[in-house]
């Protein structure tokens, strides 16, 4: 899992860097599969449940699953969510950052900034005997605390030989409540946070979950393992 959480990572933040106004996010699509057939690695999203592409692009108000489309096109102040997987020798990484598009303003860079932090603080309570419910519930304060939403209607999972797996990872939940976490389990921990109220909506497309409210959202997601020393982040960049 160390290895295709660490390709995973890599051809993202490839991604990541590449993103400029004036691309499509079919643009960012064509990154991602180009650099998969290079690597001759295989997509892990692409064919899940039909889902058409090998990235989830979602810009702005659209929160998690964005088809990439050649007439989705990013200018300065758009933020993009990347949410990117692989399946290499059977096992599964998932990674999702929010990229900024040229200049951004304050309360949607605060967004990001937030978004990412959440995820840090719940990857910091990970260790064996701590609860699924005292991981929501730090990613939940500092999403809280800086007057921002969760959202409740997709939450983290476990992952390994398939890309979701028992149990569900809530970014919510109560100190002490829920499952305990053992040495040896993997799982995904991946904060959608709103910057107005926490309702989504799924669009006709069957995919794009986006604000009910309009409002902009953001995406972070490491895969992460237990370890009897604690969180060990599988989806890094490393060198
Ligand atoms: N990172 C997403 C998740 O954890 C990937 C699912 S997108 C899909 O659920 F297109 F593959 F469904
Ligand atoms: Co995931």
């Known amino acids: 899992m160390r ?14 860097d590449k993103v400029e106004p004036g ?3 079919l643009d960012l699509e064509k990154i991602a599969s180009d650099r998969l057939a290079e690597l001759g690695v295989k997509a892990a999203f692409k064919g899940y ?10 810009v702005n108000s659209e929160v998690v699953h964005g088809i990439p489309s050649s007439r989705r ?8 969510s990347l949410d990117f997987g692989v399946v290499i020798d059977g096992y599964y990484g998932d990674s999702a950052l929010t990229a900024p598009v040229g200049k951004i303003d304050a309360k949607t860079a605060q967004l990001l900034k937030t978004t990412e932090e959440s995820l840090k603080a719940g990857i910091a309570v990970v260790r064996p005997g701590a609860t699924l419910g005292d991981v929501g519930a730090a990613v939940q304060e500092v999403v809280e605390n800086a007057g921002f939403s969760v959202v409740r209607d997709f939450v983290g999972h476990g992952i390994g030989t398939r890309m979701h797996e028992d149990p569900q990872v809530p970014n919510y939940g109560r ?5 305990k976490l053992k040495a040896g389990m ?6 959608m946070v709103n910057a107005g109220g926490p309702d989504v ?6 995919w794009t979950a986006v604000t009910s409210d309009g409002s902009m959202s953001a995406h972070f997601e490491h895969t992460v393992a237990v370890t009897v020393n604690g969180p060990r982040i599988l989806t890094e960049y490393l060198v």
């Open 201 to 206: 909506k799924v669009l006709d497309d069957g």
């Open 186 to 191: 993997v799982i995904a921990i991946e904060p």
């Open 23 to 25: 691309m499509t996010t």
């Open 73 to 80: 096109k990013l200018k300065s102040g758009d933020i993009v």
């Open 3 to 16: 290895v295709a959480g660490r390709v995973t990572r890599e051809v993202l933040i490839m991604i990541r």
């Open 49 to 58: 449940q039909g889902y058409p592409c090998a990235l989830c692009a979602s």
């Open 175 to 179: 100190a002490g409540r829920g499952m």
